[in-house]
């Protein structure tokens, strides 16, 4: 019964969203306040039946309705209970419903949030955001309806993918979600404003705090994706270019050029065009990533739903969402008149670097995404683009980029004083040239590409402490009254584009010391046999089968010590999965701010010892930290008074140039 | 898809590059169109076409058969899937199999990579439609033939030539399309 009230409220949400979609366009262009202010009560109704339904599908989870088709394939009884909620968006038809009700979530948000907006505007953008829901909502009524009964009823599910039953799933695809459909605010505002036809310092100021809301939890999303690749399959790596991967990377490339471009709509007045573009582009690329993904297009390890009938479905929609924006893209945008002249050095200048720098970047990942498909298509080989492309691709981009970063920060609007940037950041260099030779030092000259990784890092933290310290008026003798009252003055934007960008470098510096320093030794091992991996001696204690809640496991045990001092014991099992007949690997893994250590247990060789994998990960650590910096940085800014989102219309009094972060 | 080829600062008087999005989209929408029409699980083999490897292998222990070499191949058309008990589409996959024996054609099986006692478990649970069963605890014997990972199945015709190659499980469609289809033509 409740799924029936369920699979109806998807109905009325649908039809909620047609209404939606439609009367307030009308209401906009006929400057009729009654068909205007439909948009917010439809929106809110159909973020309520979306949520109506979403909770009937939990419901039938939690109670294990096997009754429902999709229950009975993606969950069983013996299975606890995080993972029967978590089980919910494990699987196609459940994580559309998710993401119809995270896109509901955004539409309802504006409605309720978005009071400091004209209410034609408003309208508009709800429509748009209307629009979205009702190709989904369709697709999922249409070929993908996760209500759908089965009779009879089997007494067990099939399980969830065991590799599924993680902490970390609870966690990844809802924040993914959150994130790549949140952009879907950000083109809703550029569709409406392309329909208007206008578009200003306003406009951008309204947009931006829908889009870092959406690329905090994008970020968090990707960190947490790459978290549990690196401690589920056990391959003891933590990014591998697949294409699921990339699919979320991209939008995450082309948000953050959004971000600092429409810093130059607002302040500049000038970039509109190309940063409507971007707005339009970040989504298109989560709904592209949402194509790859769900239709068998590419095969990839994560896709755990692919069905070619569903394919055609979303590129029709793609061909709509993405199509027809671009189509008014070329129609309207020619009009919108770009304001003042550009000096490459200059604020401005910079983030226009940035901007061509990440969308470069986005274009690469792309064209190393589809490129095998292309191949293919047109009668070439089946081919697979790794780890190598990227790396020579991705990478070189990226140099500029952070070189430029604690520069372009610096710099003022309009005209920009290179050589006095330069004397201020005098500390930063110097700071940046000590670590290089250090490594240098301790390394030697074939270390020399790290070093330089590693520079980079240093160079973007230290930029942006220098900054920091300047900007607060540190200088010797400190007059700590003043630094105080400077700190308290400084908005809270500046704050986290300072914390931001030292999370990007605290991000390089985990990705360089990590890949450089890495150590794999992969061996047989008897119980009791001792080995050594970077000034540790590892024990192979042996291996014993213990019984989890619906698996069996071999765990194998490590015991860690360091000239004889114990420093940890590590427990890694090859669990199997009886329901669904399917091994996984738990690495062991200790984590301390310096390093990790990892241990995977591997098959049994004939002698009675067991093929292992350890490996010593330095660093590794700040690669989530670094992530984990950037996106408190965004809730930071958002904090700010001037972003928040729903604060009341800032005063045009301001007059201090306070330079906005990302 | 077309950052790097609009300008970020666009003159009015330049309309046609607003169109340069939209092309390059329209383009890629041709590609994905095309990719889609494609069944991904068609992996070319090196290996269609070809006489099939030269192998012999054991028994699974504790069943009645003197195991499967190539000398079993030729003759006639036969099927030879390659499966294993610890994968997932395989049991799947597994009933497709049953039937196609059941119709009259000759299957023959490697068991990948298995422990012998759970390839009896299966065979005794799901139904043993193997003519004859090869043991390949090593795993050797699959990379002869080329494959990727279980499931695999094979067409070999009556020369002892691979006619044709299958990755991943056979669905009920599969057959009727294909397997049948070519089963007709090779006898």
Redesign the interface.
Known sequence: MIAEIGHYALVLALGMALVQGTFPFWGAARRDPVLVGLACPTALAQFLFVSLAFGALIHAYVTSDFSLANVAQNSAVEKPMIYKISGTWGNHEGSLVLWVWILALFGALVAALGSNLPPAFRARVLGVQALIGVGFLAFMLFTSNPFLRLDPAPLDGRGLNPILQDPGLAMHPPLLYLGYVGLSTAYSFAVAALIEGRIDATWARWVRPWTLMAWIVLTLGIAAGSYWAYYELGWGGWWFWDPVENASLMPWL?AT?LLHSAIVVEKRD??K??TI??A??AF??SL?GT?LVR?????SVHAFA?D?AR??FI?GL??VA??GS??L??WR???M??GGV?APISREGGL?LN??LL??A??TV?LGT?YP??L??IGG??ISVGAPFFNATFVPLMVPLLLAVPVGSMLAWKRGDLAGVMDRLLAAVGVTFAAGLLWLALHDFRASLAAGGLALGVWVIAGSLNELLLRLGVAWPLDLSRVLARARGLPRSAWGMALAHAGLGVLVLGITVQGAGQIERILVMKPGETTELAGYEVRFDGVSQVQGPNYTAQRGTFTVTTDGAPVTVLHSEKRFFPI????TTEAGIDTTLWRDLYFVLGDPAPDGGFAVRLYYNPLVLWIWGGALMMAAAGVLSLSDRRLRVGAPRPARAKTEPAPAGA | MSEAATDPQPARRRPLLFIVPLVLFALTGVFLAIGLSRDPSTLPSALVGKPAPTFALPPLEGRDDHGFASTDLGGRPTLVNVFASWCVPCRIEHPVISRLAEQGVAVQGIDYKDKPEDARVWLRELGDPFQHLGADRDGRVAIEWGVYGVPETFVVDKNGRIAYRHVGPLQPRDVEEKILPLLEKLK
């Open positions: 082309a050029a000038t970039l065009s190309w573009l971007l339009i582009l298109s690329l592209l194509f239709s068998g297009v590419l095969t692919t070619p394919g055609v590129l793609l061909t993405i199509g671009l189509v893209y070329a945008a020619p009009a008149q770009g550009f226009l901007n061509l969308s470069t986005a274009a792309l589809l498909l292309v293919d298509t080989d089946k669904e007949g399917m091994p």
